[in-house]
């Protein structure tokens, strides 16, 4: 019988990245993509809603808050449920998933008032199928006071005691936390799931501190595999040696053997005392082979359990680095953001940096180097001789001798060509080559030739 898994930690702000995650609008490493369209959203979002995060703001805008959001206060709690990765993929054979959905449901609702369960997602694209809920801690009546606010209570006016509040603190006290796993198992048990061992020292851990934790431990890990390499060779090394003596001690019995019976076929001429060390000697070797025999045993043994031990330890270091990936993955992610944002306020308070950017562009495009560009952009000119491209005509002008340079025209910078905008300047080079190709030509003298 597996045990039923109820997780709850709190979150502040709009929990972006969790929604990404969730949303699947990052792609964790972990998942496999061929079942993310299993994924489902098991809640219906209000009219006007289309996501976690919007859902969790529009609970706190209707939920008739009095009191001002803090920065640093919890606005939603993240809720994991699932249960053992057997029991699961039994539940799921069994085509009782659904069901089970419902369930799981009705006993957030229940706990929780199902006003404050803004969203619950089933992930199938996992190992183990499990649902990650959304609870916004929404509570009514009132605050626990200090034992100081309650001698000076009455200095102030009563407040009604069924104003709806933002607490989180009150849902996920120690006692609350302890009775959800209880009901939470009873609400599981028609499922074949029980409740985890109350008073057990296991302790959930943030992510964070999961990948913190996770790098020191690595190249510990990496240090006991090449430990486990070297026995495994020493393990190898000695069955190897056990097997050539214990052939060897074969042998010598057979030899005994056949001594024994020789010497009892002439027992008379050799005496009984002769014969009775040979018997002993023979016991002796034979015991020797048994415990040889027993000693290759349990090194094969000890060589198959460090095998599957170093196959486990692989494939968890393996996930435990995929998981690394995503997490900087998401930092990336984030950080790719966070420049993003700073750029777009960058061009909103400083607007010619666009221009220069769009000016470095066209002169990139035309035809000047690097060094050409960068010094145009200071405002000063540049002899040129060589081709320029026209995006506009879709081929490149010979230029010779040109002088260029940038100016502002009521704050748009302009590049010119002799002093000519560069279009004009490209404009006029094409009407030159037309009229060089659309010249008449004059029809050549007929020779009239020579009278005989």
Not at 19 to 39: C, F, M, Q, Y
Not at 265 to 279: C, I, T
Not at 374 to 402: C, I, Q, W
Request: aromatic fraction near 4%.
């Amino acid at each position: 019988m597996g045990y039923a898994v109820l997780h709850m930690e709190k979150t502040s702000g709009t929990d972006a990245a969790m929604s990404a995650h969730i949303e699947r609008t990052i792609k964790p490493k972990n998942a496999d993509e061929s079942r993310t369209h299993l994924n489902r959203e098991l809640i219906t979002f209000p009219d006007g809603v289309e996501n976690r995060t919007q859902s969790i703001q529009h609970r706190l805008d209707t939920a008739g808050l009095t009191r001002k959001i803090g920065n640093n206060q919890v606005r939603a709690i993240r809720v994991l449920l699932t249960g053992t990765h057997e029991d699961m993929e039994r539940i799921t054979n069994e085509g009782r998933l659904d069901e089970w959905c419902d369930d799981n449901l009705k006993y957030l609702a229940d706990t929780f008032g199902r006003e404050n369960i803004v969203s619950a997602v089933l992930h199938m694209d996992e190992q183990t199928p499990h649902i990650h809920a959304t609870l916004v801690p929404i509570v009514k009546g009132e605050r626990k006071r200090k034992k100081k606010e309650e001698q000076v209570k009455k200095r102030y006016r009563k407040k009604p005691t069924d104003t709806a509040r933002l607490c989180a603190d009150e849902i996920m006290t120690r006692a609350k936390l302890k009775s959800y796993q209880d009901t939470y198992a009873q609400a599981m048990s028609g499922y074949g799931l029980q409740r985890g061992i109350d008073g057990s020292e296991a302790k959930h851990i943030t992510t964070r501190q999961y990948y913190r934790d996770l790098m020191q431990q690595t190249e510990q890990l990496r240090t006991d595999i090449g430990q486990l390499q070297d026995r495994k060779e020493t393990v190898q090394e000695e069955l190897r040696r056990a097997k050539k003596e214990i052939q060897t001690e074969k042998l010598k019995g057979a030899a005994t053997t056949a001594a024994t019976n020789i010497a009892e076929s002439v027992g008379s001429l050799f005496g009984s005392n002769k014969v009775k060390a040979l018997e002993r000697e023979n016991s002796s070797l034979h015991q020797t082979v048994a415990m040889h025999e027993e000693t290759i045993e349990t090194l094969q043994t000890q060589l198959q359990t460090m095998q599957a031990g170093h196959r486990r330890q692989l494939l968890d270091m393996q996930q435990k680095h995929i998981k690394e990936l995503q997490v900087r993955d998401t930092e990336h992610k984030k950080e790719a953001s966070r420049l993003t944002a700073l750029l777009n306020k960058t061009l909103k308070w400083f607007p010619q940096i666009k221009g220069m950017l769009n000016l470095e562009r066209l002169c990139l495009a035309v035809g000047f180097s690097q060094e050409q560009t960068a010094t145009l952009l200071t405002g000063k000119p540049v002899e040129y001789s060589g081709e320029l491209y026209s995006e506009e005509h879709k081929r490149k002008f010979m230029a010779n001798d040109v002088k260029a340079k940038v100016f502002s025209d009521n704050g748009r910078l302009v590049l010119t060509i002799n002093l000519r905008p560069i279009g004009d300047w490209f404009k006029e080079q094409f009407e030159k080559l037309q009229q060089r190709i659309h010249r008449p030509v004059s029809p050549p003298r007929k020779d009239r030739g020579m009278k005989l």
